[in-house]
C-alpha cells in the first residue's frame, strides 16, 4: 500500500522565482491539506482540497495557491519567492470516516529560497 | 493563546523505560480530535494516536498510549519501553469541530525532542 509521496525532496530557489510541488496521496484517500513547517516549528496548516476544490485556508497569502486533479493528486504552487518562504512543505492526504479524519503525510519537500 | 502547548523542548529517556511527553490544549468546541505525530530528522511525520473528545477510554497503539484528562485539557503521550529508534521530535495536533464539519486542519504544537540514550 503505497504510502503518500512528494516531489521534488530538495528545491533550490532564487527570490521572486516561482515554484511547484506535487503530491500523491495514499491509496484510497481523496483529500489532500498542505503544511509549511519552517525549522524548528511545528506546520502550519496552508491549504486543503477536496473534490478538486479548495475547502479550507490557512492564514497565507494569494502567492501561495493550489490544485488537485481528477486523480486525486494535488499541486501546490507559490509565487514571487520570498526568503521567508524556505520550509519543509508538507502533504497530508485522509479520507473522511464517521469517527475521524487522520491525516497521513508524505516525506516532504525542503525549499530552500536564497 | 497557544492552541497546543509542549511545554518540554527536549527529553532524555534510558532506552527501555518508559517516558510521557505532555500536550495541553485550548478550544471551546466540545467536539475535537487530538493527535500525535512522530517526526525523524527525515523530515516525514508518521501518525502514531488518536483521541477524540468524547471517547471515555484511553486511546493506546502498541507502546503508545495517550493519557486523556479532559478537564485538565491534557493529552499526554506515554511511551513504554523505549526505543533508540524513538528517538525524534514528537508533535501534538489538534483538530477542533465534528469530523466531517467544516474545519479541516490541524493546529500542530512547537513538538518535543525526544533522545532515547543506549
Known amino acids: 500500500d503505497a504510502g503518500v509521496t512528494q516531489s521534488p525532496t530538495h528545491l533550490i530557489k532564487t527570490r521572486g522565482q516561482q515554484v511547484t510541488l506535487r503530491c500523491s496521496p495514499k491509496s484510497g484517500h481523496d483529500t489532500v491539506s498542505w503544511y509549511q513547517q519552517a525549522l524548528g516549528q511545528g506546520p502550519q496548516f496552508i491549504f486543503q482540497?477536496?473534490?478538486?476544490?479548495?475547502?479550507q485556508r490557512g492564514n497565507f497569502p494569494d502567492r501561495f495557491s493550489g490544485h488537485q486533479f481528477p486523480n486525486y493528486s494535488s499541486e501546490l504552487n507559490v509565487n514571487a519567492l520570498l526568503l521567508g518562504d524556505s520550509a519543509l512543505y508538507l502533504c497530508a492526504s485522509s479520507f473522511l470516516t464517521v469517527t475521524q479524519e487522520t491525516q497521513y503525510f508524505g516525506p516532504g519537500t525542503r525549499l530552500l529560497v536564497l | 493563546a497557544q492552541k497546543i502547548t509542549q511545554t518540554q523542548p527536549g527529553m532524555f529517556v534510558q532506552e527501555k523505560e518508559a517516558v510521557t511527553l505532555d500536550c495541553t490544549y485550548d478550544t471551546s468546541d466540545q467536539s475535537y480530535g487530538l493527535f500525535w505525530y512522530k517526526q525523524p530528522s527525515s523530515g516525514e511525520m508518521i501518525f502514531l494516536i488518536y483521541q477524540g473528545s468524547y471517547d471515555e477510554q484511553n486511546a493506546t497503539e502498541g507502546r503508545y498510549s495517550l493519557n486523556f484528562q479532559k478537564a485538565r485539557k491534557s493529552a499526554n503521550l506515554v511511551i513504554s519501553a523505549s526505543q533508540l529508534g524513538d528517538s525524534a521530535m514528537y508533535f501534538c495536533?489538534?483538530?477542533?469541530?465534528?469530523?466531517?464539519?467544516?474545519?479541516?486542519?490541524?493546529?500542530f504544537g512547537k513538538g518535543t525532542l525526544l533522545t532515547v540514550n543506549p
Open positions: 482540497y477536496y473534490e478538486e476544490e479548495e475547502r
Open positions: 495536533a489538534m483538530r477542533e469541530g465534528d469530523s466531517g464539519g467544516s474545519n479541516y486542519k490541524l493546529t
